[in-house]
């Protein structure tokens, strides 16, 4: 046996007897000891009695240091389990953190972008009672609508990205943050629409009754649609808040309770089967339009 086969079985031992070696030491201690003894019982050195005294008492020191061993063992298990659990804990507070910081600059820019849909209707409405008072000048609030859809597209993506960068320690909620994504987008293109709409609109049309409620309706709508996003933001964070949190304090926030039966939290309308079906379903549809 060359030396390179002799390191090769030395390996293969030292894997097998890996994280065994302290039985395998006793094991031999004992077949050593009683070897011993049972030659000096043969050799008329240790008499019947003798042999059974002195074998009966170090079997029971062998007992005694392998139920330390064990519990040694187990402690220095239970001590590592514990300090995962706690590393896990903090960087799932730390993920909390950041996520809740993210979700509250988020809802921010959407209540800056609710303001605008739920006020133009009134705004216009004055303007028709009163125009050589009060303007309504369309360019100057295209504009700024169209500003405000940049800043939905910049707090979207810093959202997201929070969310996906802490994504380990909150991967039992994506099914959530893919359904207020997918809200997302959809509200992002009503306000496309809006803006279309409302750009191309002439004053006069506006003016009339008919127009004011067209113009009135697809305000609610961009509105209504923002206000829902913001309410699902504030059920996703009482979600991570509870699960994460709760157990530390021994108490739960309680969970949004709609006044209106239509209004449904995210936990109501965000079902697992149901969001990853819409998944699919968009990115074969992004696909198609693609190939297209």
């Not at 079985?9 to 004992?30: E, S």
């Amino acid at each position: 046996m060359n030396l390179l086969e002799l390191l090769k079985m030395l390996l293969k031992i030292k894997k097998i007897f890996k994280g065994k070696l302290i039985y395998v030491i006793t094991i031999l201690i004992i077949v050593s000891y009683v070897t011993f003894l049972y030659i000096f019982q043969k050799n008329a050195a240790l008499s019947p009695s003798d042999f059974i005294n002195n074998f009966t008492i170090f079997v029971g020191w062998i007992i005694a240091l392998s139920i330390a061993e064990i519990h040694l063992i187990k402690t220095r298990r239970d001590n590592q389990l514990s300090k995962r659990e706690e590393i896990k804990k903090s960087l799932e507070i730390n993920a909390f953190r950041e996520i809740n910081k993210a979700a509250s600059d988020f809802s921010s820019i959407l209540t800056s972008l609710v303001t605008p849909y739920i006020t133009l209707p009134s705004r216009l409405k004055i303007h028709i009672d009163k125009p050589l008072i009060f303007k309504f000048d369309k360019s100057e609030i295209a504009q700024s609508l169209h500003r405000q859809a940049g800043e939905l597209y910049g707090g979207t993506a810093n959202f997201i990205i929070v969310i996906e960068s802490n994504e380990i320690a909150v991967v039992e909620f994506d099914h959530y943050r893919k359904y207020i994504q997918n809200r997302i987008d959809d509200v992002h293109k009503t306000i496309r629409e809006f803006i279309d709409y409302f750009s191309n609109s002439s004053p006069s049309t506006l003016d009339k009754p008919e127009g004011y409620s067209e113009f009135e309706r697809k305000c609610y709508r961009v509105s209504d649609e923002l206000i829902k996003i913001q309410s699902y933001l504030f059920d996703y964070r009482i979600e991570l808040m509870n699960t994460i949190l709760g157990e530390v304090f021994g108490k739960k926030v309680p969970e949004r309770v709609p006044k209106d039966p239509s209004y449904k939290t995210l936990k109501e309308v965000a079902v697992k089967e149901l969001v990853i079906k819409e998944c699919e379903e968009r990115e074969n549809q992004l696909l198609k339009t693609h190939k297209k």
